[in-house]
């Protein structure tokens, strides 16, 4: 299962990429987000607790947070739940004046029988991720937009 939401944004890709790093300043950005919590840290990495609301549906997971501030790219590997093994990858491409922003979520289901195929593609990825992750990009660009000017 591949999932991917893009948005342009009137500024840097450094500005977009510190706001969207930050994540447990989430919940006070993001009105979907219910809570962030670091569990650890690492040089590897840091291990994060995520809840979401799909609508009124909530959600959570746990994921192994890595940032590269110099590429930008921010990745997570989760690491529990319905999840568990999905990769996902904030990408920052430079356009002119604007920066691309896409969230790409990965899910091997090669192994998975058709049903949770089926489940994984319409109900997680479909449903939930690109609901979350369109909501996610649309606050994130008018956050930075304002504060880029």
């Known amino acids: 299962m591949r999932a991917e ?9 450094a500005t977009i990429y ?3 790093a930050d994540v447990e300043r989430w919940p006070g950005l993001l009105d979907h987000y219910r809570w962030v919590t670091v569990l650890s840290e690492s040089e590897s990495g840091r291990i994060v607790e995520m809840a979401a609301r799909r609508d ?3 959600v959570r997971w746990t994921a192994l947070q890595t940032l590269d501030a110099a ?3 921010i990745g997570f590997t989760h690491l529990s739940g319905w999840t568990k093994g999905m990769r996902v990858v904030w990408d920052f491409e ?11 979520h990965e899910l091997d289901t090669d192994k998975a029988g058709p049903a949770r195929a089926w489940f994984v593609h319409r109900i997680i990825g479909d449903f939930f991720i690109q609901s979350i992750a369109g909501r996610t990009l649309a606050r994130m ?3 930075a ?3 880029h000017g």
């Open 5 to 13: 939401r893009s948005i342009d944004v009137r500024a840097t890709p």
């Open 18 to 20: 510190r706001l969207a």
């Open 56 to 58: 009124f549906i909530p």
């Open 71 to 73: 590429t930008p790219r």
């Open 94 to 104: 430079r356009r002119g004046a604007q920066t691309r922003v896409s969230i790409i």
């Open 141 to 143: 660009k008018a956050l």
């Open 145 to 147: 937009e304002n504060e």
